[in-house]
């Protein structure tokens, strides 16, 4: 049972314009999301996340965007620099007081086209 | 200075060995991880300890046995390795936050 969905594989955008992955959910449980960032041959890095009670987030070039009632998540990337080419996690977790675990979504692999 | 190294980097082994992979983390961080990325891309949780104690076993196989010899070192053995167990293994670590979670470089492990 895939509980976090990232459907698009791939996505490329143009540098300079905005980049939009999306990720959607199936857990109503989940409280907290989380975008994490993987280079080739590297481990993933945290990037930014959302608690549950807001609905935007933002980071610099970074903002993700949480809609509870349709269970969908966005991280917007503006404006994309080719360092930004990457495979993106989607991630969500579930407050257990110490306990939690992060459940991945597939990644989607953004290109960023100079 | 890297703050979570695993090793080795890549594993090639036969069906049936017994191998190690090592987890050092040098962040001071109390609770570390084991994290299996399977050929579908799947990022899923297999251990997680806090303080040397075993808090999170994600229904895997007794051949998987993870060993916490303190706070700063996570490993993990596996018996009797078998073809569907070729994978990237991460480990990491974080303090207090699930999402502070900070991860290795991954170990490629192929079972031939």
């Known amino acids: 049972d895939q509980q976090v969905k990232q459907n698009s594989p791939s996505l490329s955008v143009q540098e300079g314009r905005i980049s939009i992955l999306n990720c959607d959910y199936t857990n109503s449980m989940f409280d907290y999301f989380l975008w994490y960032k993987k280079y080739p041959a590297e481990g993933p890095t945290f990037l930014i996340s959302?608690?549950?009670?807001?609905d935007k987030n933002e980071d610099g070039r970074f903002t993700v965007f949480l809609n509870k009632s349709a269970k969908h998540l966005s991280l917007h990337i503006v404006p994309s620099q080719p360092g930004d080419s990457a495979v993106y996690f989607c991630?969500?977790?579930?407050?257990?007081?110490?306990?939690?675990?992060?459940?991945f979504g597939t990644g989607t692999r953004l290109t960023i086209i100079p | 200075d890297t703050a979570v190294s695993q090793t080795p980097k890549y594993l090639v082994t036969q069906m049936g060995n017994d191998k190690s992979i090592k987890c050092e983390q040098n962040?001071?961080?109390?609770?570390m991880y084991w994290y299996k990325q399977d050929s579908k891309k799947f990022l899923k949780i297999m251990f997680s300890y806090n303080n040397k104690e075993l808090i999170i076993n994600e229904t895997v196989p007794n051949r998987f046995s993870p060993k916490s010899p303190d706070k700063a070192h996570l490993n993990l053995h596996i018996n009797s390795l078998e073809l569907g167990d070729s994978a990237v293994y991460f480990c990491?670590?974080?303090?207090?936050?699930?999402?502070?979670?900070?991860f290795g470089s991954g170990t490629q492990l192929s079972v031939l």
């Open positions: 991630a969500a977790s579930v407050t257990n007081f110490g306990n939690e675990k992060l459940t």
């Open positions: 962040l001071g961080h109390d609770t």
């Open positions: 990491a670590s974080s303090q207090n936050r699930v999402e502070k979670l900070f």
């Open positions: 959302i608690s549950s009670i807001k």
